[in-house]
């Protein structure tokens, strides 16, 4: 059974920066294309960003020049760095896994910007 393990998230202020960590197996961190998605109430899940098992980057463009999301290949995870938060980035983040039609998600953790 594949696990996604996340951490990270809370309550920060805005222009504050938070930190998402989702780890997993070998085998998976080094087939899979790796992302973070959020989702807030009565809205469909989104794309914040993604890194393919090659290290190439793709971002939401609400995130772009905000947020950073990198590979540490000696831990199997992955670390989306949060900086410069505004109040809707709030949602609950889910660390994602894909690799053609196969996909997994992460349990979901929250993130609050709010003063």
């Known amino acids: 059974q594949v696990q996604l393990v996340e951490s990270g998230g809370g309550l920060v202020q805005p222009g504050g920066s938070l930190r998402l960590s989702c780890a997993t197996s070998r085998n998976i961190f080094s087939m899979y294309t790796m992302g973070w998605y959020r989702q807030t109430p009565g809205k469909q899940r989104e794309l914040v960003a993604s890194?393919?098992?090659?290290?190439?980057?793709n971002y939401a463009d609400s995130v772009k020049g905000r947020f950073t999301l990198s590979r540490d290949n000696t831990k199997n995870t992955v670390v989306l760095q949060m900086n410069s938060l505004k109040p809707e980035d709030t949602a609950v983040y889910y660390c994602n896994a894909r690799y053609s039609v196969r996909q997994f998600w992460g349990q979901g953790t929250q993130v609050t910007v709010s003063s």
């Open positions: 890194i393919s098992s090659g290290g190439s980057t």
